[in-house]
């Protein structure tokens, strides 16, 4: 439950405060589109963060708690591999977006 609430409070946290609380709307095409490019990129850090969290776990879980035995570090270079390739892809698409994105709706 604690886990819910901090997710819930980290992501409304990240977003803008004018789309949380819904103080103004778009007037045209380009002011809808930076509303939602704002909501998928506050989206796009919690991910990251989640990744990120879930990561560290997977590293801490096998060598820390579980001693160094050949499982658990077996478990944990898999954790270690997934996570960079997780992040590595997840940085890759992000940054093609961002490319894309300023060069149809500029900066």
Do not use: C, R
């Amino acid at each position: 439950m604690y886990l819910i609430f901090t997710v819930f409070v980290t992501f409304y946290a990240l977003m803008p405060t004018q789309y949380v609380f819904a103080a103004s709307a778009p007037h045209n095409f380009k002011g809808l589109v930076g509303i939602f490019s704002d909501l998928i990129q506050s989206l796009i850090l919690l991910v990251f963060a989640l990744t990120f969290i879930v990561f560290m776990w997977g590293i801490i879980k096998g060598w820390v708690i579980k001693g160094g035995e050949g499982e658990g570090v077996e478990d944990g270079k898999k954790v270690l591999f997934a996570g960079i390739v997780a992040l590595v892809v997840m940085s890759s698409v992000w940054g093609i977006v961002y490319i894309l994105q300023t060069s149809i709706f500029g900066g």
